[in-house]
């Protein structure tokens, strides 16, 4: 989860765009799922679904911003899994 100090607006000018949370993700096995039921909420795909190592392991992600612009991304597996050196090698 990424939330930077200089993202908080006084309160006085709230801006939802530059306040609190910038990034988080979720983990899901089923991310085409996930795809859709995000969309039909009203979500938007920013992204085609990404496979990491294609050939060799199965790690798929995908970002998506949510209708005030937090963009979000979906893994299937944990961020250390995907990107560790000798994972599931």
């Known amino acids: 989860m990424f939330e930077f ?5 006084p309160e006085d000018n709230h801006d939802h765009k530059r306040h609190g949370t910038f990034h ?7 991310v085409e799922g996930l ?4 969309v039909a909420a009203g979500g938007k795909q920013r992204m085609p679904i990404r496979e ?10 995908c970002y998506f911003e949510d209708p005030f612009g937090i963009v979000f991304g979906v893994y299937i597996h944990s961020y ?3 990107y560790s050196e000798g994972a599931y090698s």
Do not use: G
């Open 24 to 30: 988080f993700c979720v983990q899901d096995p089923d």
């Open 35 to 38: 795809v859709e039921k995000i």
């Open 80 to 82: 250390e899994l995907t």
């Open 52 to 61: 990491y190592y294609p050939a060799e392991k199965p790690y798929r992600m």
């Open 5 to 9: 100090p200089e993202n908080y607006a």
